[in-house]
């Protein structure tokens, strides 16, 4: 795990006051308390973080650009969560922000806290999937819940998370229209933008934690994606023709998740089943499910209460499914059609 020491949050603040403007080496002395080695040690680690300071003798300093990147001191200001991110470590390089989550959590670290990073290199998806996770690019962060809420809702949390994704892209680019795959996936313009990995430790009456872990395609371009996923993923730039600043887009998030997480620990899904059924991208599709070695075709029938994904078979019966990966397969009778002339 790699990453240079987090700069003190005052700095950027008291820049930030003042963008373009000078603001002199007493000012900032006096305003942190510190001697002016340490404000130039200080500044030092902010352009080190992707900060552009301009420092002049006489003059003092002046705030030019701030990261893109998620930094607790560009995400913070952002919030509007009572919990979510408020504690937030952000790393350079890391195997998966979700094992360093689940560690945090296993050693007693409160709900809310966020561990997210600039590149993974053993970034996991599901069924044991490796997630593309270049730098500079993508989100790849973490968020510990500890919900209160009764075991057997847990599942469903991975559909909640995808439903506040949608929520936070919505608000982003109101122009997209992203879709929830069920059962943890958000897709845009039929290609997949957003994974979810939920790892969970739980005894049978309680949940210790859930590690909620986010992978969301920001500024990833279409040639950047290696060939075997070129044509079925997708990013927020690809789809709204703009570049998202990550730090933007994480705490859109965490602000779209506190509110409907909190209401899905005291009723469950049953709040949000309208929305997610008219986000779900396989509802009246002709798909096949996959669990381990066995595959199973029928109609997608919408999303239960409980989170199940409703199939119906050939015979017409219907059945609830909890675990397993969706193909969509082609809808029978559909032709390619021709441009028109
Ligand atoms: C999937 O669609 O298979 C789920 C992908 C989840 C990827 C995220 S990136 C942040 C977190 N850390 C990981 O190693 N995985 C999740």
């Not at 990453?3 to 949050?9: A, C, F, L």
């Not at 200080?42 to 300071?53: A, K, R």
């Not at 809702?153 to 949608?166: E, F, H, I, K």
């Not at 059962?183 to 845009?188: C, S, T, Y």
Request: glycine share 8%; net charge positive; charged share 25%.
């Amino acid at each position: 795990m790699k990453s240079v020491p987090e700069p003190r949050r005052a700095l950027p603040d008291l820049l930030r006051q003042q963008p373009n403007a000078w603001v002199s080496g007493q000012t900032l002395c006096a305003a942190l308390g510190v001697s002016r080695a340490a404000v130039w040690k200080q500044v030092h680690s902010l352009v080190l973080h992707g900060y552009t300071i301009e420092a002049r003798p006489r003059m003092g300093y002046r705030l030019m650009a701030v990261p893109e990147a998620p930094l607790p001191g560009e995400v913070q200001p952002r919030l509007t969560t009572r919990r979510l991110g408020r504690e937030l470590i952000w790393l350079d390089s890391v195997d998966s922000t979700n094992r360093v989550l689940g560690e945090k959590a296993a050693a007693g670290a409160a709900e809310g806290l966020v561990v997210a990073a600039d590149t993974q290199t053993a970034g996991r998806g599901r069924l044991d999937r490796v997630w593309f996770s270049p730098p500079g690019k993508n989100l790849y962060a973490s968020i510990l819940l500890r919900p209160a809420a009764p075991l057997d809702r847990a599942p469903s949390l991975a559909l909640l998370l995808g439903l506040a994704v949608r929520r936070a892209v919505r608000a982003l680019a109101p122009a997209l229209d992203p879709r929830l795959k069920w059962p943890n996936d958000l897709w845009v313009d039929n290609r997949k933008l957003c994974g979810i990995l939920c790892d969970m430790q739980a005894e049978p009456d309680r949940v210790h934690y859930v590690a909620a872990g986010i992978g969301l395609n920001v500024n990833t371009a279409s040639a950047d994606f290696p060939p075997e996923i070129r044509a079925s993923a997708t990013s927020l730039q690809i789809a709204a023709g703009r570049p998202f600043p990550r730090s933007e887009v994480l705490a859109a998030l965490l602000n779209a998740l506190e509110p409907v997480y909190r209401r899905w620990e005291k009723k469950g899904l049953a709040p949000f089943l309208n929305e997610l059924n008219e986000a779900d991208l396989l509802k009246g599709r002709a798909v096949t499910l996959i669990q381990g070695t066995r595959a199973w075709s029928g109609r997608a029938d919408g999303i239960a209460p409980d989170g199940a994904l409703r199939l119906i078979g050939a015979d017409g019966e219907i059945t609830a499914v909890y675990s397993g990966d969706i193909q969509v397969r082609p809808i029978a009778g559909l032709r390619k059609e021709r441009n028109p002339s």
